[in-house]
């Protein structure tokens, strides 16, 4: 299999998109919210992580990677940077189900850290939640320490 990643352009956002209920599935608070409460304002949850990544992606597509197999886009992986403070954050990244456990994430988050050295960040951050552990172990994996957990708090009105 071969992996080909790239920077997205335009024409890959509705493709980002659509695959988005299937990366983020079981990983968002969306998603948690929806589970204790029912839908919120109706919708389902990953309608509103699907908003959140395709308004991310035309704002700032020159941040965002994806991960090809046979010119098919099968995961993404979005950041940005703070020339300020020349901190780069990771964001929304994750692959397809069916194509996890191959290495492609690892590539992807790969290629964002190397952007972010090549912008001239000193640091990188990422944020995931505790249910996320895949995605902790490939934070370690390259080389990224814990720093502090955070608690989401919930009430009903």
């Not at 980002?16 to 969306?30: H, Q, R």
């Not at 204790?36 to 941040?63: L, M, P, T």
């Not at 640091?123 to 172990?137: D, G, H, R, W």
Request: glycine share 8%; with cysteine; charged share 30%.
């Amino acid at each position: 299999m071969q992996i080909k990643i790239r920077k997205a352009r335009s024409e890959d956002i509705e493709e980002i998109v659509k695959m988005t209920e299937k990366v983020w599935d079981g990983y968002t608070i969306a998603e948690l919210l929806e589970k204790k409460y029912g839908k919120i304002a109706g919708k389902e949850w990953y309608q509103y992580k699907k908003r959140e990544v395709e308004n991310f992606c035309k704002s700032h597509i020159d941040w965002v990677f994806v991960g090809e197999v046979n010119g098919k886009i099968i995961g993404y992986s979005t950041y940005t940077l703070d020339f300020e403070r020349k901190i780069g954050e990771v964001g929304s990244n994750g692959v397809l189900p069916e194509f996890r456990g191959k290495g492609i994430g690892s590539s992807l988050h790969k290629k964002v850290l190397e952007e972010m050295r090549k912008e001239g960040m000193e640091t990188a951050i990422v944020s995931t939640l505790e249910i996320n552990i895949p995605a902790q172990k490939m934070y370690i994996k390259h080389g990224f320490q814990k720093l502090v957990k955070s608690i989401f708090y919930t009430q009903k009105l």
